[in-house]
């Protein structure tokens, strides 16, 4: 059996699911985007429907599971049931014969996995974010309102330090908001 779900908009799992076929798979389950954290019926017809001595083939331990707890909690339940569990793209998780791999490759593997996982999370929010009308990313400390204040402040000659001071903003937050500002003028054509 195969398992196969799209980790992010966009993947190709008709790809990983062909893959899964050239792997041996007779069958290959799948669960489209948004099944993430919540219920995925294909995984669960999948698992549900393997028996002592099949193999489940996935294409990577990330569309099988979102978290490490999860992979590693779920492969000690096929275990327990006499199945295998093979990963295309990590045979070092595999627990099939053949794939015998040494403890510190599979420490580096999970490892790996929980990078992969963290980068998923991280690029779902943004889509989220971007989604919902938000700009991603820190927010901005000086606003339209502080840099006026300290375009005037630099009038009076004060100093970067100071503004910064005033406004509770960093020096640098300052020099780069106020050099920032001035430059999209001066990229406007001088009348002549």
């Known amino acids: 059996m195969g398992y196969v779900r799209e980790v992010l908009s966009g993947d190709g799992v008709a790809e990983d699911a062909a893959a899964l076929r050239r792997a041996g798979a007779s069958q290959v389950f799948t669960d489209r985007r948004g099944a993430t954290s919540g219920p995925r019926p294909d995984l669960e017809r999948c698992l549900n429907s393997l028996k002592r ?10 569309s099988l599971s979102s978290s490490v707890d999860h992979f590693v909690a779920t492969v000690a339940r096929l275990r327990a049931r006499g199945i295998d569990i093979y990963s295309l793209a990590e045979p070092a998780l595999s627990t099939t014969p053949d794939a015998a791999a040494a403890p510190g490759d599979v420490l580096d ?13 991280t690029r779902e929010g943004l889509d989220a974010a971007i989604a919902a009308g938000r700009r991603p990313g820190r927010p901005r400390v000086m606003t339209p309102e502080r840099i006026g204040i300290a375009r005037e402040l630099r009038t009076q000659k004060r100093s970067y330090a100071q503004i910064g001071r005033a406004l509770g903003v960093s020096e640098s937050a300052v020099r780069r908001a106020l050099k920032a500002a001035v430059a999209p003028s001066a990229a406007q054509p001088q009348a002549t």
């Open 53 to 62: 001595g099949d193999t489940l083939l996935i294409p990577s331990a990330a």
């Open 109 to 121: 593997t999970l490892d790996a996995l929980r990078r992969r996982l963290i980068s998923v999370r």
